[in-house]
T-cell receptor, first 114, second 110 residues
Framework: DVKVTQSSRYLVKRTGEKVFLECVQD?????MFWYRQDPGLGLRLIYF???????EKGDIPEGYSVSREKKERFSLILESASTNQTSMYLC?????????????FGPGTRLTVT | DAKTTQPPSMDCAEGRAANLPCNHS???????VYWYRQIHSQGPQYIIH?????ETNEMASLIITEDRKSSTLILPHATLRDTAVYYC???????????WGAGTKLIIKP
């Protein structure tokens, strides 16, 4: 079974802190994604990576950066956390190419910024 | 990518077939229909996808109308564990990005 793990289920941070969210997948997937999910807004793509050290902006990249130094690990970084970044963060991975539609998701990290 | 329209919520009795509709009247010829679901407190899970023909796997069946403007996801014998939000997404095969709508909240009742 594909496993996508995220470093924390719940996280509470203060405004202005630097926040790291880690995601690891064990299926050798090329693609990895970071989404945030907010009530009434659905899932929105923050960043996408199709290879080590490669990244593309999604729909809402402002205030976020990402790092992919190893194929299995994709990190989301909030350089200076703000209260409007309080949300559920979901990581996903998929194969490249014909099966890229089949994304496997982690359990999510509920981040609260106070 | 084309947009989809789904009812916000539906109920179904346990053991019965759950039929979840989706309208995608502006779908293009190269766009597939994908279904995912999200059980409470979990990440979304891929269910099934199709282009023109009906599809079936161990989880569900997907019926796509001949004009491809709508589709129905069928869970043949719904259980309480099928209570979830179900998302219908249309996407061209060449695009990596899934565009997520609000989905249908399906409640299976005992």
């Amino acid at each position: 079974d594909v496993k996508v793990t995220q470093s924390s289920r719940y996280l509470v941070k203060r405004t202005g802190e630097k926040v790291f969210l880690e995601c690891v997948q064990d299926m050798d997937h090329e693609n990895m994604f970071w989404y945030r999910q907010d009530p009434g807004l659905g899932l929105r793509l923050i960043y996408f990576s199709y290879d080590v050290k490669m990244k593309e902006k999604g729909d809402i990249p402002e205030g976020y950066s990402v790092s992919r130094e190893k194929k299995e690990r994709f990190s989301l970084i909030l350089e200076s956390a703000s209260t409007n970044q309080t949300s559920m963060y979901l990581c996903a991975s998929s194969w490249y190419g014909a099966r890229s539609y089949e994304q496997y998701f982690g359990p999510g990290t509920r981040l609260t910024v106070t | 990518d084309a947009k989809t329209t789904q009812p916000p919520s539906m109920d179904c009795a346990e053991g019965r077939a759950a039929n979840l509709p989706c309208n995608h009247s502006t779908i293009s010829g190269n766009e597939y229909v994908y279904w995912y679901r999200q059980i409470h407190s979990q990440g979304p899970q891929y269910i099934i996808h199709g282009l023109k023909n009906n599809e079936t796997n161990e989880m569900a069946s997907l019926i796509i109308t001949e004009d491809r403007k709508s589709s129905t996801l069928i869970l043949p014998h719904a259980t309480l564990r099928d209570t979830a939000v179900y998302y219908c997404i249309v996407k061209a095969d060449s695009n990596y990005q899934l565009i997520w709508g609000a989905g249908t909240k399906l409640i299976i009742k005992p």
